[in-house]
């Protein structure tokens, strides 16, 4: 570690929790991995040069500075999620000017909502009589319409309409599976798990009215809904763990505990961990996919690898189709660090392999709650070599002002802070992009964090920072509506 703590008091802002390696040329492709036979290397902070050649390392014992046990109460977050009946379903698998009036509210809608609507690398092109949530696209990448749907407590579906101020939920008068699979199509997922109908305490609501390819191009704002009963959605069965018993200051995880953990390698090692949200997508942190060398922001020269316990007994690889960068992603700050991908055939989930659930648009964690980071990282500050094992700690979500009081002012409204003050707990090189994750009180979990970066790992008032995923669920949506399969 090189003068970190002497480079945070003179203003500079610290790296993220990620393999800071930069090959001069783009890396060769490479056949399909089953075993890994040697320890990926992890790289210390600071190193902005490319490596030396990299010869078989020794495998180093794991170091965990703390062995406590935990029992499964003890995982149990205060998140409440109100559910009522439900009913399953299945489906498959002046230009100028009016662009800068788009741009305004773009912007007003990413500061209320999280909502972008630029694309990966250029601001979509919309004609000037785009008219946002009408359901017909009009702007080049279809911004105008990948905004208009979001979920409220209890999977609750709202819409936002070119007639609506706002999101209002639509009415389960009427409301059918049909209707439940086109929707979750829509939103780029596969088909639909389940939709059922819960009591609402809006006073306007959404009608089922008319043919549209959209839900948003389907309704009509009313008044009236009997009994105020409104739809609730699933898409996917996510959140559910497949083992019920109970990093740094961490322990192994037990195979099916974490079954949306997905380890991502770029040129044949661990480099970064994500989540799976989706058939088709995966949630992790911007910075692992750095635009220098350009190398790694093609798809081709990585793989993902889900339901993973060792690096030496890897799974058949997927692949990455699109890697979807969040378009305000600022390297220097670590601002919007979080990063789609979309891969190139569907996951088919099993019992080692499932996907974790998004919060809620209004669903908060709280200070104090207890929570989850897992990870493939190192399990001690300054050690060359990444875990074999898939490591769990269960760490505390830390009040933000406290946080940046302890970072001085490096702490964003958009980020989260998660560990013990007191130190032991925490990801550290090789965790990030991967998942902090919390409980409700029926079981599921919930992707609240993406590992980003620290000072150190478990350092004392060094707590881990995470990119706050309840910040961007629209942009996520949004795009995996954008890139529907």
């Known amino acids: 570690m090189e003068n970190t703590e002497g480079n945070i008091v003179n203003g500079e802002n610290p790296p993220p929790y990620y393999l800071v390696v930069k090959p001069s ?5 490479y056949a399909n991995i089953d ?3 040697e320890t990926p290397p992890v790289v210390p902070y600071y ?100 905004i208009c749907v979001r979920f409220g407590a209890g999977n609750e579906l709202q819409v936002m309409t070119s007639n609506s101020n706002g999101f209002l939920p639509i ?10 699979t086109q929707t979750c ?31 948003q191009g389907k309704v009509n704002v009313s008044t009236s809904c009997p009994d105020k009963e409104t739809v609730s959605l699933q898409c996917t069965n996510c959140g559910l763990s497949q083992s019920s018993s109970r990093i740094i200051g961490g322990d192994e995880a037990d195979p099916g505990q974490w079954p949306w953990q997905v380890s991502l390698h770029f040129q044949g090692s661990h480099v970064c961990g994500g989540s799976v949200i989706s058939q088709d997508f995966i949630v992790s942190a911007a910075h692992c996919f750095p ?24 799974p058949a ?22 990063a789609l991908l979309k891969l190139t055939q569907p996951i088919n989930f099993t019992g080692m392999v499932q996907p974790v659930c998004l919060p809620a648009y209004d669903q908060v964690v709280l200070a104090d709650t207890e929570c989850w980071t897992t990870g493939f990282g190192t399990t001690e500050e300054g050690e ?56 409700d009180d029926d079981g599921h979990w919930y992707l609240y964090g993406v590992t980003s970066w620290g000072i150190g790992c478990g350092r004392v008032n060094r707590p881990g920072v995470y990119t706050d995923v309840h910040s961007y669920v629209a942009w996520i949506h949004s795009k995996i509506e954008e890139y529907r399969p």
């Not at 003890?74 to 800068?100: D, M, N, W």
């Open 25 to 29: 040329d783009p890396p060769p492709s």
């Open 317 to 338: 690889p997927q692949y990455i189709a699109d890697i979807i960068i969040h378009e305000l992603y600022n390297p220097n700050t670590h601002d919007n660090d979080i």
């Open 47 to 146: 190193i902005n040069e490319p490596l030396p050649p990299v010869f078989p390392p020794h495998v180093a014992q794991r170091i965990i500075i703390t062995t406590e046990q935990y029992h499964p109460d003890q995982r149990r977050s205060s998140l409440v999620v109100i559910r009522h009946k439900k009913a399953r379903c299945y489906g498959g698998s002046g230009v100028s000017a009016f662009i800068i009036i788009l741009i305004g509210i773009a912007l007003w809608l990413g500061v209320r909502y999280g909502i972008t609507m630029m694309s990966r690398r250029n601001m979509d092109t919309c004609p000037s009589n785009t008219v946002i949530c009408d359901g017909h696209v009009d702007c080049k990448q279809g911004s105008d319409e990948t």
């Open 185 to 215: 199509k829509q939103l780029g997922f596969r088909g639909c798990y389940q939709y059922g109908s819960l009591t609402s305490t809006s006073t306007s609501f959404l009608f089922v009215s008319q043919s549209s390819d959209t839900i």
């Open 35 to 37: 075993e890994l036979w």
């Open 291 to 314: 635009s220098d060398p350009p190398a790694w922001q093609v798809p081709a020269n990585w793989r993902v690898y889900l339901g993973v316990e060792s690096q030496y007994m890897l």
């Open 171 to 180: 009415c389960y008068d009427d409301w059918n599976q049909s209707l439940a």
């Open 384 to 439: 060359d070599h990444g875990s074999i094992q898939l490591m769990e700690v269960e760490v505390e979500i830390i009040d933000r002002s406290l946080c940046n009081t302890a970072y001085k002012g490096l702490i964003s409204n958009d980020m989260l802070c998660a560990g013990d003050m007191n130190g032991g707990k925490d990801a550290c090189q090789g965790d990030s992009g991967g998942p902090l994750v919390c409980q």
